[in-house]
């Protein structure tokens, strides 16, 4: 034991009970602990008046992190959020897309600036409180879903890179949600019986509405809703009141046949409804894709795997194309010029295709790919029909593309 | 359980002095004792008798009498204090600590009126000195300082001239006798030459100064004074607000006797009289701030021949005006306090940021961005402070730590994005 210093690790604390028992196992395992707490929004200017939970969760973690006697800092992240993910998210919107925060936060602050300053700190690892499974292989560090299916988190992670797994430990991966509270009563720490965050953590109301309007006034701009053919159905209140696929909320189901919001159209301001079965998908085109797997891009061609298109989706069937993204531009701008999570950033596109149909894929959200338990990486799904772009591949999803088809 | 604790090295004596033996001498003598000093048994008299022998000490630190010195929490309370009953006519220095600062908000100033309303209805006296302060009714006023962090004396003259002739002219004027994170000291025997013509009362914020350094003319002269106990090796809940001009002062906690009525409640008996035990500690020999503005002086030098030679920007905080001995206050180019601090912290070095901290939101300290520091500058802060226990190697074993924790990362990360930026160059045209 003398003359050996423990390995140094750092545990992103949000004052939850999973990041909490991370903390605590890998401090009874032996490490060098060290909790970092970020602070990600100022309460008051994002959320409105309603909330409550920042300064409590930052308390929490401080508490815990006395309770393990661990190191224990609070970074501001505060300026890095707004920026990154924040302004993302109402921009998203705005473009007519839905976006997924916790994914940016993960991509562009967790496993971005807080791993750089983890280095920093000397750490040789940083650990999280995510149920997922990090797997090393001889061909390099996997991503893997967790033991615990119903509170796999793999979707929320796919853009994780190679060199970020490498650095990355995910100690919930092999236990049950339920092993954790019983670990952290066994560890005596205050957040056991602390209930899972729910919505957004910046939007503790839920009202995104309400948020990006404060962002965003142009937001709250209403507009015609039409159908496919153009015929104007009824009038919306704001783009950002809607969301593809969805039904509720439209005040326009016809006797018997229900309408749902099939495109959103930031540049008309224009919500497209229809049926059920023109909400069916069978083709997804995917920006930003990070790929995992061992094969070059080049050679990733109707590639056989399985696909999540929402968190909590059972993966489906599907076929994977990839291809270099030429153009860094996004895909899709708002009217303000604002441009949203759906743009991506170049790097890699491609084309999903699904085997057999399915309904309400939203732009901006994520595509995530699997063979088996293992994670090979995701996209963002792209608007189905992207202007003036020059990519041929992306040009004949214009024409092929699910929404085209049911419009046409 | 075994984790070898680093040897640490306590630099922030400017958040808080360790307590100097004989000041908890003093306050364990306190602790065996029962008796609040308002009873009249003898229990009572024995902790009076406790307060009044700090009293004399503290009043011979500030030259003042010790009916003059009124006991109060700490300095941020003898801040609040003294500039209570002179609110909103008051003009301050800019880059004051937040106690004096934020006395300024529209917060306070509601508070204050709604006091006022109160007092008038209970005190004829208070009502007039309410309509006296009428005359000034502007918000307070910030002051400039210059780069170098001083307190700009032409300004000041220009706008004492200016006020003179529109009638508005401040009750009083608020200045620290030393910058809590730059340890600039500011001219205040010009100040007062300035302010004593026109019958402004000059508030001095001396929470940094006294006790670490002999009363100066100035303090012996100023209508009040704040002085804080565990800056100088007192304890934690102890400090005073010396109260020359009564006319000034209007009390915030009422309700009771103590302190000849201007502030209410029972007194912390035993900081109190580890405050007077550290200060007549101080009176009996001035602590060796020369010792200590050499070790500040290497430890600078070092610092800066690091960051020199790594290639790395580096500036210190009012270092061509006359500072603390014990402070010293500087930023790396691109440098986050917060980061560095926890670098440091898990090496065993205790400092300080620049910045005001709470729940972990971080604002940039106000005194840098008064001197003109930008934003980004200003986050990367670090205050290092020194005091009566602080040992000689410090500068080298600071400076050594200080260039591993904080300036090679700076160095890695600099080399990492140009090589990127180099790899994305090149990228863009292959």
Redesign the interface.
Known sequence: MIGTAPERVVVAMSGGVDSSVTAALLKRAGKEVIGITLRLYDSPQVVGSRTCCAGRDIGDARRVAERLGIAHYIFDYAERFRENVIDDFADTYLAGATPVPCIRCNERVKFADLLEHARELGATSMATGHYVRRVETSNGVELHRPRDDNRDQTWFLFTTTREQLAFLRFPLGDLEKSEVRALAEEFGLVVADKPDSQDICFVPDGDYAGLIKRLRPEAGQGGEIVDQQGVVLGRHKGLVHYTVGQRRGLGLDRAGKPLYVLKLEPETCRVVVGSREALLAREVPLHGVNWLGEQPIAQVRAMPLSVRLRSSQEPIRAHLTLHPQASEKPALRSPTGATGGIGGTGGIGGILRLDEPTEAVAPGQAAVFYQGTRVLGGGWIAPPAPPATKEPELARSETDSPLARAMG | M???EPQSLYLDYNATAPLLPSARWAMERVLDEIGNASSQHRFGRRARAQIEEARAAVAELACAEPSQVTFTSGGTEANNLALWGSFPSIWISSGEHESVAQMATQETRGLQKALQQESQQESQQESQQDGQSGAGQAAPYFLPITPAGVLCLDSLADLLKQAEATGTVPRLVSVQAANNETGVLQPLEEILSLLEPLGVALHIDAAQYLGRLPCSEAIARASLVSISGHKFGGAQGAGALIIRDPELFVPILRGGGQESRRRAGTENVAAIAAFGAAAAESLNGWPNYSRLANLRDDLERRCVAAAAEAGIGFKIAGAESPRLANTSCFALDGGEA??H???L??AGVAVSSGSA?S????APSGVLLAMGWSESEARGALRVSFGWATADDTPVRFAEIWRE?CLA?LV??KVVRSARAEATAQGATA
């Open positions: 075994t984790q070898p917060t980061l601090l926890a670098a912290d898990l901290c729940s972990g939101r971080v924790t990362p890695r990360r």
